[in-house]
């Protein structure tokens, strides 16, 4: 699918006279009789932009009312129908509309009020008295419903407390409705003010879990968006009491509990941002002392003994998105600090806890990484050194408290904590590697006899190898060491992660091949087994997920790359361990997936800054010999993407390793694997280890994926559509962008309702807006500006959408850019979004230059850009005849530029500046003087006798209304 420009409307056949309201309140009239509601509503408008009387404004948004009644947009039906009443006040027929829009809209009571109006003023009319009476029932009706909704509440209950119920499909529609009910906010409010939270209390008593999740999930409605009743139910059931249910063994429950907890948060921190302001004000005495008592409870539960381990794992994910501030342009981090103060000790426990031995707090395998997760965001959201060094306080005498007179256990205990941190905040962690005797036990450690021991030692080994401070002593000391592990150990568990300690040793300082610590090809071999290991289905998957983690480091090189892609079974592994429980492998599996696209972003190092950097005696990265010969230059675009002219000028970055057509082929391999749809599912992940930075990887993947046209149906078949709309609203800038930039491209070249269907097509427009700000490259405006220019072209709610992201401003900026595309690129999106009233209002305001650029640039060299300028001209002169007027204002060459449209070679702009012209005429008997006055009459002449075509037809009507005017006389043959 081609970007396509403004449609133009095909010219109206010469009326006997000029244009007047009567004529186009009858058009209007003809083509609503005919189906045609868009053109009636065209007409309508039309004619209300000419000098109306009141009377001829009121039937005029009578009509209009009619029209968005027959569409079903009952928004502008009512408002359409409301103005004709303030005209006219006793306009029956506009009372009546209003009714309709008021009724399908819900408001009954306005609707009745109209009706009552309509029925006073014609009282026999049975139309009205018909309309009258069902309005009359339906509000009978939803009185009869909400006064019985009390009994219903009171019988579900019944149904769902009785011991003696024995139908369990009855309880089961009762617990269903109540849910329902739940969801709207009447029904919430009936259920709560009908004792309900002391009920649901019962039911959560009963321990029976399909009556706890129907509790559960009815507190949910009972609390969503609404603090008095969350602080009341709090209450009620007691803070402790419902943080405590995310501790049980009930996954199910575990979960839920924990939706009922975020909806909770979201109406407490809602209420500190807004403060307190009437009802709400005086029920509530402060909301956030209610926050930090959740919070204080959350703490606690982490450390307490019984939890499940998917519990404390569903209390770190609350935690991590309650706490840190959402941007760090809220000054406010107190709650942050709050938290490190009274809870860092409990969250470095769970980091800290040991999976296996008995009398240890339940965790699973995701538990320490989201207690990392929760502590790089606790980090990060400080402001200070102080408050950075008061973490590092904290952080280094829990350590030290274990470390030193609690034995071997409490060293174990020690070395996981620092393994947490350096998993999380690493500055804290490489502070705590540096703690005496910490990295010596770390080393003895991994000749233990003991299995538990030697995995906590090699795995803070591992995790301590990338950590630029302890990487030389490390790559010293721990190589030997791995190796006597990885050929000497008996146990998978600890074979596999020394085989990944060496895979990141062995990829120590990346790209960089003077860094290289092993011989030429050991990667190969490292990469080779770590690709059995993957295969291994009898292998947990926490074990596997090692092997993902070596490959992640592994993969930089372009060799292993190459040979990744060629093992079918290693990728169809990679993939179903990205879906399994094992949340901690996303990162890996994102890092590997990024190495084989070549998606990270690498500039060309300035040849002036090297010899400096030589001559200061710095090191400088080296590439590998066999990347360093060979040929640069830009990405040859594939023919039909459009970016020819505007590629080598704007992109900004470069690939280093491999020739692109090696990274197209392994871009290919990948797709035929299912890459797609592997990713879509990471991305819907609910887990803590979904991090911004692994959406930012998963963000340069897609963006990979898309850069050939070819490849972008696969994308979008495997749901890769879906999947970029989360990534580009959620995560780092970079990755928003990354992801934006490639819904910019699915957008431009397949069809975006296919892509992107229902609501899913309003989501993207956001992302396509934020392309448009200066901070991004010429590439990333152009491709916005094209995808925004064919969603402009298929609804006005899109247009609309588009106009509420505030991006009509940036797209008239870039309409003066000097690049030809983009400049061309933001005309054509101007000219689509001029189908939208609000923007023709803009046109049409005085003291603008708008219609003096179109003008102008229909006169251009560049035959795209002419055409996209003149299709906005035929919209607007059609759909604003006023405008026509202005265009002689504008400049004293639109004659010439019209006279060049028409004797185009080009039918298309022949076309176009045939419907301006013929508008033109009809506009105004001056103008059509002053056009016939010139040569265009001669080229009109010429072009109206050629084959029947629409130029021909809009050449023979701009001379017919000439005659009607009597500016010129027909021939004696009648021509």
């Not at 909704?149 to 003696?164: R, S």
Request: proline residues 3%; glycine residues 6%; contains cysteine.
């Amino acid at each position: 699918m081609t970007v396509s420009g403004p449609g133009i409307p095909e010219p109206r056949p010469a009326t006997s006279g000029a244009s007047s309201v009567e004529q186009l309140r009858k058009e209007g009239n003809e083509l609503f009789k005919c189906g045609d509601y868009e053109g009636a509503l065209g007409a309508y408008t039309q004619a209300l932009g000419l000098d109306a009387t009141p009377q001829d404004q009121a039937i005029l948004h009578r009509n209009r009312a009619a029209c968005h009644l027959k569409l079903e947009d009952y928004d502008k039906a009512e408002t359409e129908a409301s103005k004709a009443i303030e005209k006219d006040g006793g306009d029956v027929k506009a009372l009546y509309r209003r009714s309709q829009a008021l009724e399908k809209l819900g408001r009954l009571d306005q609707a009745v009020l109209d009706l009552q109006r309509c029925v006073s003023l014609e009282p026999k009319n049975k139309v009205f008295q018909e309309a009258l009476r069902n309005i009359g029932g339906q509000i009978q009706e939803k009185v009869r419903y909400m006064s019985s909704t009390d009994a219903k509440v009171e019988q579900m209950f019944q149904i769902l407390l009785d011991p003696e119920e024995k139908g369990t499909e009855k309880k089961q529609k009762a617990s269903q409705n109540l849910v329902v009910l739940a969801r709207e906010d009447a029904g919430a409010e009936k259920i709560f003010r009908s004792n309900g939270v002391q009920l649901l209390q019962r039911l959560l008593d009963t321990g029976e879990t399909d009556l706890m999740l129907a509790a559960l999930r009815t507190l949910v409605g009972i609390c969503s968006e609404h603090q008095s009743r969350t602080v009341a139910t709090l209450s009620i059931l007691g803070t402790r009491r419902v943080v405590s249910i995310l501790g049980v063994e009930n996954q199910a429950v575990s979960l839920a509990a924990c939706h009922l907890l975020q909806v909770m948060f979201d109406a407490l921190k809602e209420g500190v941002k807004k403060g307190f302001q009437g009802k709400e004000g005086a029920i509530i005495v402060d909301p956030a002392r209610e926050l930090k008592v959740l919070i204080s409870n959350l703490l606690d539960l982490l450390t307490e003994v019984g939890v499940s381990g998917q519990g404390r794992d569903n209390a770190l994910t609350l935690l991590i998105k309650a706490v840190p501030r959402k941007s760090l342009k809220d000054p406010n981090n107190s709650l942050t600090l709050w938290v490190i103060d009274q809870g860092l000790k409990k969250i470095l426990e769970v980091g800290g806890s040991l999976q296996d031995p008995p009398g240890e707090l339940a965790v699973t395998a995701n538990s320490r990484m989201s207690a990392s997760i929760l502590l790089s965001k606790l980090f990060d959201d400080l402001k200070c050194d102080a408050e950075r060094e008061n973490f590092h306080r904290l952080c280094e005498n829990y350590i030290k408290s274990w470390f030193e007179g609690q034995g071997l256990a409490g060293k174990l205990r020690a070395i996981q904590t620092v393994s947490c941190l350096l998993q999380g905040p690493c500055d804290a962690g490489n502070r705590a590697l540096e703690l005496s005797g910490v990295m010596e036990s770390v080393i003895a450690l991994c000749a233990s006899e003991q299995e538990e021991e030697q995995l906590v030692a090699v795995e803070a080994l591992i995790h301590a190898a990338g950590k630029a401070k302890r990487a030389s002593f490390i790559t010293a000391n721990g190589v030997s060491l791995l190796k006597d592990l990885y050929k000497r150990s008996e146990k998978d568990s600890i074979r596999i992660r020394a085989l990944v300690g060496l895979c990141k040793l062995g990829s120590a300082g990346g790209t960089d091949f003077s860094m290289k610590q092993f011989a030429e090809g050991s990667t190969l071999k490292l990469a080779k087994q770590c690709r059995k290991w993957l295969c291994n289905d009898q292998i947990d998957a926490g074990t596997r997920r090692w092997a993902v983690e070596g490959l992640a480091y592994l993969t930089f090189d372009a060799d292993v790359k190459e040979e990744f892609v060629e093992d079918a079974a290693a990728l169809k592994a990679l993939f179903q361990l990205s879906r399994s429980e094992e949340r901690s492998v996303l990162f890996a599996v994102a890092s590997a997936l990024v190495n084989c696209t070549n998606s990270y972003d690498y500039e060309e190092p300035d040849p002036k800054m090297v010899e400096l950097a030589k001559y200061a005696k710095q090191h400088v990265p080296e590439q590998h010999p066999k990347v360093r010969g060979r040929q640069r230059g830009w990405r040859v675009p594939h023919h039909g993407d459009q970016l020819t002219q505007i590629q080598a000028p704007l992109l900004s970055c470069l690939l280093p390793q491999d020739k692109p057509s090696f990274v197209r082929a392994r871009v290919k391999k990948l797709l035929a694997a299912g890459v797609v749809s592997a990713m879509a599912c990471m991305v819907k992940t609910e887990s803590p280890v979904l991090t911004s930075s692994c959406r930012e990887l998963l963000s340069r993947v897609f963006l990979a994926l898309v850069e050939e046209v070819e490849d972008r149906g696969t994308v979008v078949a495997q749901g890769g559509g879906r999947a970029l709309i989360p990534l580009a609203l959620e995560g780092t800038d970079v990755g928003q962008t990354k992801a934006a930039q490639a819904l910019a491209k699915l957008t431009i070249t397949s069809n975006p309702e296919m892509t992107f269907p229902g609501e899913r097509i309003y989501e993207v427009v956001r992302p396509l807006v934020s392309l448009l700000h200066l901070n991004c490259s010429g590439l990333q405006n152009f491709e916005a500006l094209m995808a925004l220019t064919n969603l402009a072209g298929i609804s006005e709610r899109l247009r609309q959408k588009i106009l509420k992201e505030k991006a009509v401003p940036m797209i008239e900026g870039y309409m003066f850019e000097e690049h030809e595309m983009i400049r061309r690129a933001a005309t054509e999106c101007m000219c689509n979004l001029a189908m939208s009233k609000e923007v023709q209002d803009l046109f049409e305001a005085q003291g603008n230059d708008r219609l003096k650029l179109l003008v102008l640039y229909s006169g251009e060299d560049d035959e795209l850009l002419q055409r996209a300028a003149a299709g906005g001209l035929a919209m607007l002169t059609s759909m604003r005849p006023t405008l026509c007027s202005r265009i002689p204002q504008v400049t004293t060459h639109w004659l010439e530029i019209l006279q060049a449209l028409l004797l185009s070679s080009n039918q298309e702009l022949q076309h176009r500046g045939a419907v301006v012209v013929l508008n033109m005429v009809e506009a105004s008997r001056q103008i059509a003087s002053t056009l016939m006055e010139s040569e265009m009459m001669e080229i009109l002449s010429v072009l109206a006798k050629g084959d029947q075509s629409p130029v021909t037809r809009a050449a023979a009507a701009c001379l017919d209304k000439a005659v009607e005017y009597g500016l010129i006389q027909p021939n004696q043959d009648g021509e």
